[in-house]
């Protein structure tokens, strides 16, 4: 069945394919949201979930704050903080032989993403999210339960924000990643609903390759069947996804390379994206690598 490309994301204005089973996961993130629970995407990279969560936001129709994860943030960088003062000068001067001086000095509060996210009543998009260490992440806690943010150092006194009631979270997360990410704490993985995502059905994935490349669904599908093949047959646990067929076949439509079992130059390009998904030290195994390449081409193209 063709899917037609149905919205633009928000922010990079580029086109969301919608198919049924994208669009039955898409209902299902909604129903939760919309029960008041924040929800969480997880999956190995490339799997669709930034896109995913980018278009729920733009469902959902509120301005969408995006924020990705990084291991240097610190609480000031989400919450805000104080950047300096504001002096103010009152002078009265009203009798004319009476000359008076009022002069104070007012902390200057800048809201930082969250609390404007929480303040406005935005989407919030927190991609990568266990990039972030996890005491830093502690302030989602009493945002998403109480949903209140204390900001001790608000102005003079403090001030506790009551979040705003159009508010919702979306979280992303790789638990593949095996650099640079941090567990999630328990107590904020229970405030969460995780939806796992694996790779999408072939359909799905034929049909964004198809619109993230300008080929025609029948090679797009070829292409997605190889990649497919790939993951499953080269015996060591490798990220190909929707990204990986989308480099293939955008090579292929860009350069009007045709596509066979019998076409030198579309051999190569396959093997060598292919090949780079293969961590360093397995590349010893380039001719077996090769070989299996060839035969899956052949499978899919005899
Ligand atoms: N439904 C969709 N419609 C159009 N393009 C899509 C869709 N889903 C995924 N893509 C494309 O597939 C690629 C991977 O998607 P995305 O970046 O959302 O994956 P991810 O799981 O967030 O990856 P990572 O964990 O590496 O950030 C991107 O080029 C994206 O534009």
């Not at 924040?38 to 969408?64: D, E, F, W």
């Not at 009476?98 to 009543?121: F, M, P």
Request: net charge neutral.
């Amino acid at each position: 069945m063709p899917v037609e490309p149905s919205a633009n994301f928000p922010f990079n204005n580029e086109v969301f394919v919608e198919t049924p089973y994208l669009a039955n996961l898409t209902e299902r993130v909604m129903m939760y949201l919309k029960s008041g629970f924040p929800v969480h995407l997880s999956g190995p990279s490339g799997t669709g979930k930034t896109s995913l969560a980018l278009n729920i936001a733009r469902k959902l129709g509120r301005p969408v704050t995006l924020i990705h994860g990084n291991e240097d943030f610190m609480i000031t960088d989400l919450v805000g903080g104080n950047v300096g003062y504001r002096r103010k000068k009152v002078i009265d001067n009203f009798i004319h032989n009476v000359y008076s001086v009022t002069e104070s000095l007012q902390q200057q509060w800048l809201d930082g993403r969250i609390t404007t996210a929480c303040r406005n009543g935005h989407t919030l998009i927190y991609d990568e999210f266990t990039r972030s260490r996890p005491e830093v992440n502690n302030i989602l806690l009493s945002i998403l339960e109480e949903r209140t943010l204390s900001l001790p150092g608000f102005g003079d006194g403090g001030e506790d924000l009551k979040v705003h009631p159009e508010f919702k979270a979306v979280f992303t997360s790789n638990p593949e990643e095996y650099a640079g990410i941090y567990k999630a704490q328990i107590a904020l993985s229970d405030r969460l609903i995780t939806i796992g995502l694996e790779n999408f059905d072939i359909e799905t994935e034929t049909a964004i390759t198809s619109a993230k490349s300008g080929l025609d669904a029948a090679r797009a599908e070829k292409i997605v069947r190889l990649v497919r093949a790939f993951r499953d047959s080269c015996g060591q646990p490798v990220v190909a996804s929707i990204r990986t067929s989308i480099k293939i076949a955008r090579v292929v439509s860009v350069n009007g390379l045709p596509m066979g079992k019998d076409e030198p130059a579309f051999r190569q390009v396959c093997a060598d994206v292919l090949h780079s998904l293969v961590p360093g030290p397995a590349r010893h195994g380039q001719e077996k690598l090769a070989g299996l390449i060839g035969e899956i081409i052949a499978g899919i193209f005899n």
